[in-house]
């Protein structure tokens, strides 16, 4: 793929519906401040360009978990990495994406949750099982600009609608429910000095607001967020895999750099309509606490979260919200596309093969489909739970979930890139203890559930003294010190074993027999294939589709030939027709001098935008 692909996929890989109605909704609710997190991922992506992917082209591997293997050797990481992996998916990516898209549908067809998620999972999987990821990276370019457009004449007509940004900012400050309708309506009292009631923060526009505010208390955020934003956009399969399946290192550096500078749009076109909404619909999105917001929304702890499709249905033409649905549709259909692939991939290669070492590429891709029912199950009866944490604030609940898992992973990526002397033992047990320490949180969280408004809460100290984001600096300098401490009492790595899989290592020769083996690979890196040449094919197995040249019944050859199609199996001309190779590490003089401009361009976008919004 070339550079301007890699990026508009990087970018709509990222922004899904989720991002619509998780931010919109932290925009309605709380103001500018969410953005902070939108620009510290255009800053923390170039570390992928110029930092990860190199070490991950040079290494050859296909996945995380298997970067972890060659680094460490050993498989314990490797399954580590894979279960770490597979549970943030099902936590904060499906069940998050399928309760954005079917708040979408249902505010715009009027459907109930549950038929809206049946019918979105039905067209995500006929994308998924026709296409895979190849079809995934040419309709991300499209939706890209669709995204972008159709989101950006939204936000053009909210500003008109408003009267611009000076009288939105004026009008937002003072965006409260009138108290006189709803009592007329929801048959709900409440006083203007209530402490449940509605009130904007007045420092609404100012992206940090000091060290212990409850949304983005600035240490915590520095030192604790940017580990999960590292995470996610440096070692999270479905991110990486897009910046691998670039041409060379020179067109992933180059898509990253366009995916930073796309990255801060959504900061004017999903934040900022959101606090459009509040302004013209607050006796909606600003609801009272309780049997208002139950009534308004279906939750009572509250509706900022239907901040985005109230506008779109309240201000929008009727064919303009019909592109707005494509936009929204699209956007849920990649990111789960995306993660249905990279799930599979990473289960079936990382997981299944080491419990069935003999396993056939038929049961492997059967496996993989089967695997995406069951999460995908499990990730629609977490949804309600959802709903329940962060004040009804989808996006601050992705980020409270993702502190608690990620930081551990981060941290073994970083010593292990950066720090030759880091071991498998270290990596080991630094990891599980960091992980040990933020599932007992996660728990913690899910036992002791925040108190309604106006309640006492009674929940222990630990929860409601100590910020997430601060517990999650603490799980990232804990993994780092016992990584650290174990590995210097541990055998030095020899230096053969880590060639071409740290930073400083990565202009390494490669050994011949690795150039050979490495050379052309299948898209097993991106999603597993089956292959007829396969040494494990079995043809007496009823598993397997057998060559139809002897075949005189046309219907079962009808029926084999689905089966192949809706598994994905392909045989040898397919196989080798797709083969694809490893992009190039090499650049020359004029490519690295442009690209460094290009580095410097777009890092500049972000860091001054923390300035514009933070003074």
Not at 363 to 370: A, T, W
Not at 438 to 459: H, N, S, Y
Not at 530 to 555: G, Y
């Amino acid at each position: 793929m070339n550079w301007f692909m890699v990026g508009a996929s990087l970018f709509v890989s990222n922004i899904g519906s989720e991002h619509f109605i998780g931010l919109a909704g932290s925009g309605a609710s709380g103001g500018i401040g969410v953005g902070a997190w939108l620009l510290n991922g255009p800053i923390v992506i170039q570390l992928l360009g110029w930092i990860f992917v190199p070490v991950y082209i040079a290494s050859g591997i296909c996945t995380m978990p298997e970067y972890l293997e060659r680094r460490f050797g050993g498989k314990r990481l490797r399954i580590y990495l894979a279960v770490l992996t597979l549970i943030l998916y099902c936590l904060t990516k499906i069940s998050v994406n399928l309760y954005a898209g079917s708040l979408f549908l249902q505010q715009c067809m009027g459907w109930g949750l549950y038929s809206s998620v049946t019918i979105l999972l039905a067209v995500t999987g006929v994308l998924t099982v026709t296409g895979g990821l190849t079809m995934v990276m040419y309709t991300d370019s499209l939706q890209a600009v669709i995204m972008v457009l159709g989101a950006a004449y939204l936000t053009i007509q909210g500003f008109m609608q408003v009267g611009g940004y000076y009288s939105m900012k004026e009008q937002y400050l003072q965006a409260t429910p009138n108290l006189t309708y709803v009592q007329q309506v929801y048959n709900v009292t409440m006083n203007v000095t209530d402490s449940c009631f509605p009130k904007p923060n007045p420092q609404s526009f100012k992206m940090f607001k000091g060290i212990n505010d409850p949304k983005l208390p600035l240490f915590g955020f520095i030192f604790g967020q940017t580990p999960s934003t590292l995470w996610y956009w440096c070692t999270d399969q479905v991110i990486v895999q897009r910046a691998l399946a670039a041409r060379s290192l020179s067109h992933a550096q180059g898509g990253t750099t366009l995916a930073g500078i796309i990255k801060v749009l959504p900061l004017y076109i999903m934040v900022m309509p959101g606090m459009i909404s509040r302004v013209l619909y607050p006796n909606d999105v600003a609801c009272v606490p309780g049997k208002h917001c139950l009534d308004v929304c279906g939750s009572e702890v509250g509706c900022s979260n239907i901040a985005y499709p109230r506008l779109v249905l309240g201000i929008m033409p009727s064919g303009a919200r019909g592109l707005m649905m494509a936009v929204m549709i699209a956007a849920l259909m990649s990111d789960l596309d995306s993660i249905f692939n990279s799930s599979s991939t990473i289960f079936t290669l990382d997981l299944w093969k080491r419990l069935r070492k003999s396993a056939s590429n038929t049961e492997l891709m059967i496996v993989g489909r089967l695997f995406i029912v069951v999460l995908v199950g499990v990730s629609i009866a977490w949804v309600p739970i959802v709903l329940q944490f962060q004040a009804g604030e989808l996006f601050f609940y992705i980020l409270e979930v993702s502190n608690y898992i990620s930081p551990p992973i981060a941290a073994i990526f970083l010593t292990a890139i950066f720090w030759p002397r880091c071991t498998e033992k270290g990596a080991f047990y630094g990891g599980l203890i960091g992980s040990a320490l933020g599932i007992a949180r996660l728990v913690a969280i899910f036992l002791f559930k925040p108190p309604k408004c106006g309640e006492a809460d009674t929940r222990p100290a630990f929860l409601t003294s100590l910020h997430y984001m601060y517990y999650a600096a603490i799980i990232f300098t804990v993994t780092a010190i016992v990584a650290v401490i174990v590995s210097l009492f541990a055998e030095q790595p020899d230096p053969d074993s880590i060639s071409r899989l740290t930073y400083w290592s990565r202009n390494d020769p490669a050994p011949i027999a690795e150039e050979i083996e490495l050379k052309p690979i299948t898209e097993d890196c991106q999603q597993t294939q089956f292959d007829v040449d396969d040494p494990n094919f079995d043809v007496n197995d009823p598993t397997d589709i057998a060559s139809s040249k002897n075949e005189t019944n046309l219907c079962l050859v009808f029926l084999r030939a689905c089966a192949r199609f809706i598994c994905g199996i392909k045989d040898s001309a397919q196989v080798a027709e797709n083969a694809v190779v490893f992009p190039s590490i090499k650049q020359n003089r004029r490519e690295k001098l442009f690209l460094r401009v290009c580095l410097v361009v777009s890092l500049s976008v972000p860091l001054s935008l923390y300035i514009i919004w933070s003074v």
